[in-house]
């Protein structure tokens, strides 16, 4: 235990140190504000009627988030995607700046075990992506105050913000496997890579009906709640993140 | 007897290429050990092998008496390293980067951060971002690293790169002060013979990853070619005059060393070069013949081989001429 405090409190001041926090954080910013800036458009006929494209795709949002409960669901949809990117950047950072800054030697002939190392970049990385689905969580509810949107209600927020918290640990379990990818790719580039390729992989594994097996597929397939998943579904993300785990401690 | 350091047969192969070729080395405690070889010989290699850091194709290396394995925490905790450039995170300062090299060392007292920069002139950086360090303050960092929690062994790659002068007989007299006061082991490769051979006890000589050598510093002294340079009155005025009056100028006195059992090269230069035990061990007695064949000599001076032109010599590069002519004076 005192091995994992000391290694956090190393993982933790470089994180803080860094600009890569506050970074992502104002990018986990985008979605939100850039949805309620589409449904600001969409509600104000007088500003679209000269936004041409821009208003075409804002009148089409009005659609999917007309009112609350459309507008948390939506939310829930940008947190299981737009989060899904920021955590990959986020794990990939802790894991690959190593071997981007070459500090990865002064890690290897040290008398603490190498899980304690790994595990508290693990934890880093996991607390780093809650604090990003903080900032994305609260900043949709902020905007959806300021829209004055119809149709809230205390426990509808607060029974879509669990869904949501169900959706972000389904997400950093999937990510989980992205620390190996970090470390076989020694940087940033592999994983960035495999994220882009995976969830366009997700897309046309649910097109072919097997979504609800596929682990990056399935917070997306929760988010947009159209049917239960099976409890499959679930295992498959958190056999994914164990697995990804156990092969980044033994690589 | 003790051996911080021990390899029986290490190989290591890069697909088709052998970086390190059946390596068996002894380093004795209390010793340093300079690890000598060019460029691609194979000393990062065996470094990283040292280390755990990679994994042998053949043999096994012991350090401090445990047999090396990769991810084990064994025996690292009495082993200082620094492998190839220096690397810190460059965020954090100078001080952040030495707290978490103290808090990878469980049993360091928090007091050893303080007490290393100062030893190392790096309490003024304390503050400063790694990243805006110099190379050779870089550098200090990465030795600091290493000497923070007083290991018994240091393995140290190329320690004086990048460091100035100062720089550099600081580390000497900190490298010095470990083995000498504190009973350390330093093992270091450098390709800077003549650093090495100032600091080191022993030397082993590695090329195409292959142990050439390993010989004691006195050794080196020995093995390295000496040879005795004459120039006579005859020589001096050989350089003004015409070649054929030079060539039979010179030329006397090369006979009448000969005549009394000295072979000697004559050089373009008038200059005379005797290369024979007898004569660049009594050069008395080479100055003694001349002076009865009546070309006195002006200049009489034994000449040792560079170490940089031995360790080509040894490895076979060019540069390393049979016979080891210093640089100014090579023969055509």
């Known amino acids: 235990m005192n091995n994992f405090t000391a290694m956090l409190w190393i993982e933790l001041r470089k994180a803080t140190r860094s600009h890569m926090p506050l970074s992502t954080a104002l990018g986990s910013l985008f979605m939100p504000c850039g949805i309620a800036f589409l449904l600001f458009i969409a509600r104000n006929p007088e500003i679209s009627a000269n936004l041409g494209l821009v208003s075409a795709k804002a009148n089409l949002l009005t659609y999917a988030a007309m009112d609350w409960p459309a507008y948390l669901g939506l939310t829930a949809k940008i947190l299981a995607v737009g989060g899904f990117f920021f955590f990959v950047m986020a794990i990939s950072w802790v894991f690959g700046r190593e071997f981007a800054d070459g500090t990865v030697k002064d890690l290897l002939a040290v008398p603490v075990p190498r899980p304690s190392i790994l595990l508290a970049k693990f934890f880093v990385a996991a607390l780093w992506s809650l604090a990003l689905a903080a900032v994305m969580i609260l900043a949709g509810l902020l905007m959806g105050v300021l829209l004055r949107l119809p149709g809230g209600s205390l426990p509808g927020v607060v029974s879509s913000s669990l869904k949501m918290l169900v959706i972000v640990g389904l997400v950093i379990a999937g990510i989980l496997p992205f620390a190996l990818f970090a470390s076989l790719g020694r940087g940033y580039l592999l994983p960035l890579g495999l994220a882009i390729i995976l969830v366009m992989a997700a897309n046309l594994v649910v097109l072919l009906g097997w979504g609800e097996f596929f682990p990056w597929a399935v917070p997306m397939l929760y988010a947009q709640g159209e049917s239960v998943l099976p409890a499959l579904s679930y295992w498959s993300v958190i056999l994914t993140g164990l697995a990804g785990v156990l092969a980044t401690v033994l690589w | ?332």
């Open chain 2, 1 to 332: 007897m003790n051996l911080p350091i021990e390899t029986d047969n290490l190989t290591r192969d890069y697909r088709q290429v052998r970086a390190v070729d059946n390596l068996s080395l002894r380093v004795r405690e209390g010793e340093i050990y300079g690890f000598l070889g060019p460029n691609g010989a194979g000393k990062t290699t065996t470094i990283r092998m040292l280390l755990g850091m990679i994994r042998p194709t053949a043999g096994e290396a012991r350090v401090l008496g445990t047999r090396v394995r990769l991810g084990s925490p064994k025996p690292w905790s009495d082993v200082g390293y620094m492998v190839e450039d220096p690397h810190a995170y460059p965020e954090l300062t100078v001080w952040e980067n030495l707290e978490a090299a103290r808090r990878l060392h469980p049993g360091t007292p928090p007091r050893a951060v303080g007490e290393i920069l100062a030893r190392l002139n790096l309490t003024a950086y304390s503050n400063r971002r790694a990243a805006t360090l110099s190379h050779g303050n870089a550098q200090r960092l990465g030795l600091a690293k290493a000497l923070l929690h007083s290991p018994r062994l240091l393995i140290l790659d190329e320690p004086a790169n990048g460091l100035d002068p100062a720089g550099i007989v600081e580390i000497r007299q900190l490298l010095l002060e470990l083995t000498r006061d504190h009973g350390g082991t330093v093992f270091m490769s450098s390709h800077i013979l003549a650093e090495v051979a100032r600091l080191a006890g022993r030397i082993g000589i590695i090329h195409q990853g292959r142990l050439l050598q390993e010989l004691d510093a006195a050794d080196l002294e020995r093995n390295r070619s000496r040879r005795l340079l004459v120039r006579t009155r005859e020589s001096e005025l050989a350089e003004h005059a015409q070649p054929a009056q030079h060539a039979q100028q010179a030329q006397h006195a090369q006979h009448a060393l000969l005549a009394a059992g000295h072979p000697a090269e004559l050089l373009p230069d008038g200059t005379l070069v005797l290369k024979n035990t007898l004569a660049v061990e009594h050069p008395d007695e080479i100055n003694r013949l001349l002076v009865a064949a009546g070309a006195a000599p002006t200049h009489l001076v034994v000449e040792e081989e560079e170490l940089e032109q031995y360790f080509l010599r040894l490895v076979g590069l060019p540069g390393g001429l049979p016979g080891g002519l210093p640089g100014g004076l090579q023969d055509e």
